[in-house]
């Protein structure tokens, strides 16, 4: 139970010069990865498992483990630049942070996300290293009806993504919700709303709605304001934060890792709640909350140090109970096998120097990535004053390469261009996508887990008012709606005075 | 270390082999789609293969996920790609036979050719270690005392644990409520953290977690080497000796002598001591179903399957 | 018509439209005994069937369209709906459309050239030289990265038999 010298032996693993580099090939990579739309860490972990067979077994997890954090890394950097979310996880770093790169401030906005998850990856690893074991007890106490619960509380929290009307931002959750549901029913197996194409039987890929409502229609919204849009990339101020702007991030930024650190833990949710709810926090808590999605640096140091953190500390499991909370820790799983590693409780123990070189890995990672990134900052910022009518088909060619090579699926390509239309639309409506994008990923999870809970309770929708967590999570989900609801109310009131 | 060595070895192997043209087939790397996410059994059992074809045969085999709808969303596109040896698709049973009973799947069993079934995970009834059930019959007492209140987590609805799970309740007379989930490491959870009163699962599962689990009894011939205390069914009285096959399956354009070939490269593999004892060491039995032993074995299966879907209400 | 927030009015006809077309293929479309959609099984809240989640979202959002809609009817404020500009979504969609359709015959580097090209068309001063060497450029580049670099299975030759045995259209 000694901490420092377990960490001692850790770092005596993770510095030695091969390893240093195995990380520093890993976090590269995952950067680029979270860089280039579509293609994720899932498809790129499991295309170079094989690569790592004839690695040392450490060697090889601290490097893929490095393409798992440094492609939420990554995914933000492409977030602020062209409003094209990397990775999911990276969604809510559009908001602000595109606007603050239509300021000028991108170098400012890339700087502010850089340095927060690097500090919210360092207080993950201490959080694993010294709390892993509880950490993951407190995980396992959550059953379904908590999980559902728990869903409600963060779709409740969507609700504050969007600025505007609140009832058509809970209709975008909603429809986010169904979008969720097309593909095979994971209970009955009967494919449902896929309207007879094969490639719906599995659903639609959320890159493929990201990249379309996000980055497509972005792109035709640029070209049909023609020469007013010039006016952002040309006047670029401050290439790196200053003190004043990290001060006003790093409230934003405790709290984001906190919370962040959190929800990491739980199988499912991770990175993406994450960051949706730590800025969720931020808007609730700002004395002005109309800044958001206007350029607010708390808007990106929250959701930045979040996702960051979960991507740490969804390790947890993994590392403590053989447990995988996302398809990535799955994967991880696969590859400790091949490497004659047997995941599972007894992994701290019986491997010590795997364990603990693995976490002292992580920040070694980290500091990686800061250095690798901070100087990549003054480069991404000149792609920016490339003329737009250069940048924009370079864009598009990514993306269409990217999501074809998730499925390597033409429909991919074509339900894109689908959702840019859809994107399009949204914006004429003024309808916000965010909150969309968040019920889709949550929908599925919460059919699942609202169907297991009613199963286990043979219908009796008591168990979500009975489990102590579950009352916890829906009464806060009830003030959070209440609080939302409340200057809706006194406007509405004010209006009334007037009239 | 020596596994190390050895995979060192074959690369060293590779790298001679690769001048000298070898005979016409495989002359270029194989595409090898397996049907469920990265990380479950069958595709770690692909990955392990992987170095061991390399060596062997002197071409890459290609890994890739062609995941969802339980298996049916690969195997429905299987006939669809070229028949020239150089696409190959993991393939499951029960899953094989039990969809397309079910209707909403767009392939039919027999348009699946398998060329070999290689593994088998028995199935086996796991709970956690803190659960008040020490042995099969106090679980089959409690079950029987309230019927409807045990609840047994498996991967998947019309699976082999699903199947395992009608099959007990059939078998035993008790009602317990089957809860499915979407995979085995997804189910983890749920057991371990006493949601769910048990799991219906693979014998695999306890080796992957040793120590927070107990398994009551398992549907092998005889007793398992890692877990020397669980009884058999057989030895419980139960006529229950049945889990889930995995192996391979070509497109139905693959010619005869091709069909056959890998169905013989693949049973060299599975010879292979360093490749038996990976597999062993996740709880994978290794069998040699070949392409010869197909058709019989195959038409032995489905009685078996056919009866277990009367169970399920599957068959109509 | 031209009157009230015509922008709420719209996203509040889409939001209906949506939430009935999910209700109803969920629930199934009957009259007598010709079954037009099958729909899913509802189940029982106990034992949930795939049409039990949808069906009531669905309804949910109809309803919450319909509510928008009248809202914006009432709305004081004059907000008409924002012009749409057909010109930029056809060539920049249509270029995509064209990508996805000739990825496997003719392969991803000379789809690439064709979405590059046809999607600048949509831009202002669209002149044929720079495109060009843009093209072949980010051409070159994305299949340095996916396809050398990354190792995806992407198309590069056109579908034809001899073509694809040649060893450069292998990676």
Same mark, same amino acid.
């Given at each position: 139970?000694?901490?420092?010298?377990?960490?001692?032996?850790?770092?005596?693993?993770?510095?030695?010069?091969?390893?240093?580099?195995?990380?520093?090939?890993?976090?590269?990579?995952?950067?680029?990865?979270?860089?280039?739309?579509?293609?994720?860490?899932?498809?790129?972990?499991?295309?170079? $498992?094989?690569?790592?067979?004839?690695?040392?077994?450490?060697?090889?997890?601290?490097?893929?483990?490095?393409?798992?954090?440094?492609?939420?890394?990554?995914?933000?950097?492409?977030?602020?630049?062209?409003?094209?979310?990397?990775?999911?996880?990276?969604?809510?770093?559009?908001?602000?942070?595109?606007?603050?790169?239509?300021?000028?401030?991108?170098?400012?906005?890339?700087?502010?996300?850089?340095?927060?998850?690097?500090?919210?990856?360092?207080?993950?690893?201490?959080?694993?290293?010294?709390?892993?074991?509880?950490?993951?007890?407190?995980?396992?106490?959550?059953?379904?009806?908590?999980?559902?619960?728990?869903?409600?509380?963060?779709?409740?929290?969507?609700?504050?993504?969007?600025?505007?009307?609140?009832?058509?931002?809970?209709?975008?959750?909603?429809?986010?919700?169904?979008?969720?549901?097309?593909?095979?029913?994971?209970?009955?197996?009967?494919?449902?709303?896929?309207?007879?194409?094969?490639?719906?039987?599995?659903?639609?890929?959320?890159?493929?709605?990201?990249?379309?409502?996000?980055?497509?229609?972005?792109?035709?919204?640029?070209?049909?304001?023609?020469?007013?849009?010039?006016?952002?990339?040309?006047?670029?101020?401050?290439?790196?934060?200053?003190?004043?702007?990290?001060?006003?991030?790093?409230?934003?930024?405790?709290?984001?890792?906190?919370?962040?650190?959190?929800?990491?833990?739980?199988?499912?949710?991770?990175?993406? $709640?994450?960051?949706?709810?730590?800025?969720?926090?931020?808007?609730?808590?700002?004395?002005?909350?109309?800044?958001?999605?206007?350029?607010?640096?708390?808007?990106?140091?929250?959701?930045?140090?979040?996702?960051?953190?979960?991507?740490?500390?969804?390790?947890?499991?993994?590392?403590?109970?053989?447990?995988?909370?996302?398809?990535?820790?799955?994967?991880?799983?696969?590859?400790?096998?091949?490497?004659?590693?047997?995941?599972?409780?007894?992994?701290?123990?019986?491997?010590?120097?795997? &364990?603990?070189?693995?976490?002292?890995?992580?920040?070694?990672?980290?500091?990686?990535?800061?250095?690798?990134?901070?100087?990549?900052?003054?480069?991404?910022?000149?792609?920016?004053?490339?003329?737009?009518?250069? $940048?924009?088909?370079?864009?598009?060619?990514?993306?269409?390469?990217?999501?074809?090579?998730?499925?390597?699926?033409?429909?991919?390509?074509?339900?894109?261009?689908?959702?840019?239309?859809?994107?399009?639309?949204?914006?004429?409506?003024?309808?916000?996508?965010?909150?969309?994008?968040?019920?889709?990923?949550?929908?599925?999870?919460?059919?699942?887990?609202?169907?297991?809970?009613?199963?286990?309770?043979?219908?009796?929708?008591?168990?979500?008012?009975?489990?102590?967590?579950?009352?916890?999570?829906?009464?806060?989900?009830?003030?959070?709606?209440?609080?939302?609801?409340?200057?809706?109310?006194?406007?509405?009131?004010?209006?009334?005075?007037?009239? | 270390?020596?596994?190390?060595?050895?995979?060192?070895?074959?690369?060293?192997?590779?790298?001679?082999?690769?001048?000298?043209?070898?005979?016409?087939?495989?002359?270029?790397?194989?595409?090898?789609?397996?049907?469920?996410?990265?990380?479950?059994?069958?595709?770690?059992?692909?990955?392990?293969?992987?170095? &061991?074809?390399?060596?062997?045969?002197?071409?890459?085999?290609?890994?890739?996920?062609?995941?969802?709808?339980?298996?049916?969303?690969?195997?429905?596109?299987?006939?669809?790609?070229?028949?020239?040896?150089?696409?190959?698709?993991?393939?499951?049973?029960?899953?094989?036979?039990?969809?397309?009973?079910?209707?909403?799947?767009?392939?039919?069993?027999?348009?699946?050719?398998?060329?070999?079934?290689?593994?088998?995970?028995?199935?086996?009834?796991?709970?956690?270690?803190?659960?008040?059930?020490?042995?099969?019959?106090?679980?089959?007492?409690?079950?029987?005392?309230?019927?409807?209140?045990?609840?047994?987590?498996?991967?998947?609805?019309?699976?082999?644990?699903?199947?395992?799970?009608?099959?007990?309740?059939?078998?035993?007379?008790?009602?317990?409520?089957?809860?499915?989930?979407?995979?085995?490491?997804?189910?983890?959870?749920?057991?371990?953290?006493?949601?769910?009163?048990?799991?219906?699962?693979?014998?695999?599962?306890?080796?992957?977690?040793?120590?927070?689990?107990?398994?009551?009894?398992?549907?092998?011939?005889?007793?398992?080497?890692?877990?020397?205390?669980?009884?058999?069914?057989?030895?419980?009285?139960?006529?229950?000796?049945?889990?889930?096959?995995?192996?391979?399956?070509?497109?139905?354009?693959?010619?005869?002598?091709?069909?056959?070939?890998?169905?013989?490269?693949?049973?060299?593999?599975?010879?292979?001591?360093?490749?038996?004892?990976?597999?062993?060491?996740?709880?994978?039995?290794?069998?040699?179903?070949?392409?010869?032993?197909?058709?019989?074995?195959?038409?032995?299966?489905?009685?078996?399957?056919?009866?277990?879907?009367?169970?399920?209400?599957?068959?109509? | 018509?031209?009157?009230?927030?015509?922008?709420?009015?719209?996203?509040?006809?889409?939001?209906?439209?949506?939430?009935?077309?999910?209700?109803?293929?969920?629930?199934?479309?009957?009259?007598?005994?010709?079954?037009?959609?099958?729909?899913?099984?509802?189940?029982?809240?106990?034992?949930?069937?795939?049409?039990?989640?949808?069906?009531?979202?669905?309804?949910?959002?109809?309803?919450?369209?319909?509510?928008?809609?009248?809202?914006?009817?009432?709305?004081?404020?004059?907000?008409?709906?924002?012009?749409?500009?057909?010109?930029?979504?056809?060539?920049?969609?249509?270029?995509?459309?064209?990508?996805?359709?000739?990825?496997?015959?003719?392969?991803?580097?000379?789809?690439?050239?064709?979405?590059?090209?046809?999607?600048?068309?949509?831009?202002?001063?669209?002149?044929?030289?720079?495109?060009?060497?843009?093209?072949?450029?980010?051409?070159?580049?994305?299949?340095?990265?996916?396809?050398?670099?990354?190792?995806?299975?992407?198309?590069?030759?056109?579908?034809?038999?001899?073509?694809?045995?040649?060893?450069?259209?292998?990676?």
């Amino acid at each position: 139970m000694d901490i420092f010298g377990n960490l001692m032996l850790g770092f005596s693993v993770a510095l030695t010069l091969s390893n240093i580099m195995y990380c520093f090939i890993g976090v590269l990579l995952g950067t680029l990865i979270g860089v280039l739309p579509g293609i994720g860490p899932i498809a790129t972990i499991s295309m170079l $498992l094989p690569a790592t067979f004839v690695l040392p077994p450490v060697s090889a997890l601290i490097m893929l483990a490095g393409i798992y954090y440094g492609a939420q890394y990554g995914g933000s950097t492409t977030a602020i630049l062209v409003n094209l979310p990397g990775e999911v996880s990276s969604v809510v770093t559009c908001l602000d942070g595109y606007q603050m790169a239509r300021q000028g401030k991108a170098g400012k906005a890339l700087g502010v996300a850089a340095l927060a998850s690097f500090f919210a990856g360092s207080v993950a690893t201490l959080l694993i290293a010294g709390f892993a074991p509880p950490l993951a007890e407190l995980a396992l106490k959550f059953g379904p009806a908590d999980y559902f619960s728990l869903m409600v509380l963060g779709l409740v929290a969507a609700v504050v993504l969007a600025h505007g009307s609140l009832i058509k931002a809970i209709a975008m959750i909603i429809l986010g919700l169904l979008l969720g549901l097309i593909g095979t029913d994971v209970n009955s197996g009967v494919a449902r709303y896929s309207f007879g194409l094969p490639e719906l039987i599995d659903g639609v890929g959320i890159g493929t709605i990201a990249m379309g409502v996000f980055g497509f229609s972005e792109i035709i919204r640029n070209l049909e304001q023609g020469e007013k849009r010039e006016v952002f990339t040309k006047s670029i101020t401050g290439l790196l934060p200053n003190w004043a702007d990290i001060k006003q991030a790093t409230p934003a930024t405790l709290r984001g890792t906190a919370l962040g650190s959190f929800l990491g833990i739980l199988p499912g949710g991770g990175p993406v $709640l994450g960051s949706f709810s730590a800025y969720t926090l931020e808007k609730k808590l700002a004395k002005d909350p109309s800044r958001f999605g206007k350029g607010a640096i708390e808007g990106v140091a929250a959701p930045e140090s979040a996702n960051n953190a979960a991507a740490q500390t969804s390790f947890i499991p993994l590392l403590t109970l053989g447990i995988p909370s996302n398809p990535v820790m799955a994967l991880m799983i696969g590859a400790m096998i091949i490497h004659g590693i047997q995941p599972g409780p007894q992994i701290m123990t019986a491997k010590p120097e795997l &364990f603990w070189g693995m976490i002292a890995s992580m920040w070694v990672g980290n500091f990686l990535l800061v250095v690798l990134n901070l100087p990549m900052i003054g480069l991404w910022v000149k792609l920016l004053s490339v003329d737009y009518k250069y $940048l924009y088909p370079a864009i598009l060619i990514f993306c269409c390469i990217g999501v074809y090579s998730i499925n390597n699926a033409t429909m991919d390509v074509f339900l894109t261009a689908l959702f840019g239309f859809i994107g399009y639309l949204f914006i004429k409506l003024d309808t916000e996508p965010a909150p969309l994008l968040l019920g889709f990923v949550l929908g599925p999870m919460m059919e699942e887990n609202l169907r297991r809970a009613l199963l286990l309770s043979r219908g009796s929708p008591s168990v979500f008012y009975e489990r102590p967590i579950s009352l916890v999570l829906l009464i806060l989900a009830f003030a959070l709606l209440v609080i939302v609801m409340l200057p809706n109310i006194s406007k509405k009131r004010e209006e009334a005075f007037q009239e | 270390m020596k596994r190390r060595e050895f995979l060192a070895a074959g690369g060293a192997i590779v790298a001679a082999s690769a001048l000298p043209a070898r005979a016409a087939y495989p002359e270029k790397p194989l595409r090898y789609y397996i049907p469920f996410s990265p990380g479950g059994e069958s595709d770690i059992a692909a990955r392990l293969q992987q170095p &061991f074809f390399k060596a062997k045969f002197g071409t890459e085999l290609v890994v890739e996920s062609k995941v969802g709808a339980g298996g049916a969303l690969a195997w429905s596109q299987l006939n669809t790609f070229p028949g020239d040896g150089y696409t190959i698709m993991g393939s499951n049973l029960p899953h094989l036979v039990l969809q397309p009973l079910e209707g909403n799947v767009q392939y039919k069993t027999d348009d699946i050719v398998n060329i070999i079934f290689f593994q088998y995970t028995p199935d086996a009834i796991v709970v956690r270690s803190e659960s008040p059930f020490k042995t099969y019959q106090d679980l089959v007492a409690a079950a029987k005392a309230k019927p409807g209140t045990l609840n047994f987590a498996g991967s998947g609805t019309n699976s082999a644990n699903h199947a395992a799970h009608e099959r007990l309740n059939n078998l035993t007379g008790t009602k317990t409520q089957y809860v499915a989930f979407k995979g085995t490491g997804d189910l983890v959870a749920s057991l371990i953290g006493g949601h769910v009163d048990g799991a219906m699962s693979y014998a695999s599962l306890a080796l992957a977690q040793r120590g927070k689990t107990r398994v009551l009894a398992v549907a092998s011939d005889k007793r398992l080497d890692y877990i020397p205390d669980t009884p058999t069914f057989r030895e419980l009285g139960l006529d229950w000796v049945d889990g889930a096959f995995r192996g391979i399956a070509v497109p139905k354009s693959t010619p005869e002598d091709l069909r056959r070939k890998l169905s013989d490269m693949f049973a060299e593999i599975n010879r292979e001591a360093e490749f038996r004892k990976q597999m062993t060491d996740q709880g994978m039995e290794l069998v040699d179903i070949t392409y010869d032993k197909m058709p019989a074995f195959m038409e032995e299966r489905k009685k078996v399957y056919l009866g277990t879907a009367k169970l399920m209400g599957l068959a109509k | 018509m031209k009157k009230g927030n015509q922008t709420d009015f719209w996203s509040g006809v889409m939001f209906t439209a949506i939430g009935v077309l999910f209700l109803v293929v969920a629930y199934g479309v009957k009259f007598g005994d010709t079954v037009l959609l099958p729909g899913y099984s509802m189940g029982t809240p106990a034992r949930m069937g795939p049409a039990f989640f949808p069906f009531w979202l669905g309804l949910i959002l109809a309803v919450l369209g319909v509510a928008i809609v009248i809202n914006a009817l009432r709305s004081k404020e004059a907000k008409p709906l924002e012009k749409f500009h057909w010109g930029p979504i056809l060539w920049v969609l249509g270029a995509v459309v064209a990508f996805g359709l000739l990825m496997k015959p003719i392969g991803m580097p000379l789809a690439g050239l064709v979405l590059v090209i046809v999607s600048s068309l949509g831009g202002e001063n669209f002149r044929w030289k720079p495109t060009i060497f843009l093209a072949i450029g980010l051409v070159v580049f994305a299949t340095g990265v996916f396809v050398y670099g990354l190792k995806l299975p992407i198309p590069l030759c056109p579908d034809i038999s001899n073509l694809q045995d040649m060893r450069a259209c292998r990676v």
